[in-house]
């Protein structure tokens, strides 16, 4: 089993930036694919970015593209997720997931992929 603990949310203004961090609780992740999600009020849980275990490929939605990124430190055993640029419809829980893989290169965006989740963290962008 392993907890994920999101950090890093919070209210920012229209153009500004966050970085949201994501760490286990009590184990390492350095075997798992890493994600983060988002739901906005009356939405559905949204793809955000993805990492490989290997840390060498990401992949972002459209929507964040050029303006999100996603990064992994093994030393610290934290993944991060590096927001710019920040609009109003960036507004939403963002969650961190975690996928066992013996694929070292292996990306995963779909959300039913993943095994594990975060309890969420509260970005609110305000315009």
């Known amino acids: 089993q392993v907890q994920l603990v999101e950090s890093g949310g919070g209210l920012v203004q229209a153009g500004g930036s966050l970085r949201l961090s994501c760490a286990p609780s009590?184990?390492?992740?350095?075997?798992?694919?890493m994600g983060w999600f988002r739901q906005a009020p009356g939405k559905e849980r949204a793809f955000v970015a993805a990492?490989?275990?290997?840390?060498?490929?990401?992949y972002y939605a459209e929507s964040v593209k050029g303006r999100f990124t996603i990064s992994r430190d093994k030393a610290k055993n934290t993944v991060y997720l590096q927001m710019s640029s920040l609009k109003s419809e960036d507004t939403a829980v963002y969650y961190c997931a975690a996928k066992s893989t013996r694929s070292y290169s292996g990306i995963w965006y779909d959300r039913y992929d993943y095994d594990y989740w975060g309890q969420g963290t509260q970005v609110t962008v305000s315009s």
């Open positions: 990492i490989s275990w290997s840390g060498d490929r990401t």
């Open positions: 009590g184990r390492t992740i350095s075997s798992y694919a």
